[in-house]
């Protein structure tokens, strides 16, 4: 099982940007489809954007639709999430998750994923 490992979090104000990083801590996961969830508190975990194991399928949810950006560097084995126009409503804490299986486009539901990294926080303030 692949484990992640995010980083990249941390406290911004409303309109600021922040760059998330995950990497994995074992084999590489190069041919999985990889996605960004994000958990606030009280609420349940959802999907914020996801990349297909060859980088040209990517998904985002409406909310973030627009300000986010997915990517994955192939050559450093890692996945990326830029975030601009970062608003109080995208405090929550955010996961990296591989795909069960190879070869897939992203998709959205949390079954759909068997590795996680531990979280990161991204606080935004008003």
């Known amino acids: 099982q692949v484990q992640l490992v995010e980083s990249g979090g941390g406290l911004v104000q409303a309109g600021g940007s922040l760059r998330l990083s995950c990497a994995p801590s074992?084999?590489?996961?190069?041919?999985?489809?990889m996605a960004w969830f994000r958990q606030a508190p009280g609420k349940e975990r959802e999907f914020v954007a996801g990349i297909s194991w060859s980088g040209g399928s990517t998904d985002y949810a409406d909310s973030v639709k627009g300000r986010f950006t997915i990517s994955r560097d192939k050559v450093v084995n890692t996945v990326y999430l830029q975030m601009n126009s970062l608003r109080p409503e995208d405090t929550a804490v955010y996961y990296c998750?591989?795909?069960?299986?190879?070869?897939?486009?992203?998709?959205?539901?949390?079954?759909?994923?068997?590795?996680w990294g531990q979280g990161t926080q991204v606080t935004v303030s008003s």
């Open positions: 998750a591989a795909d069960r299986l190879s070869y897939r486009r992203p998709g959205r539901e949390v079954s759909r994923y068997n590795s």
């Open positions: 074992g084999r590489t996961f190069s041919s999985n489809a």
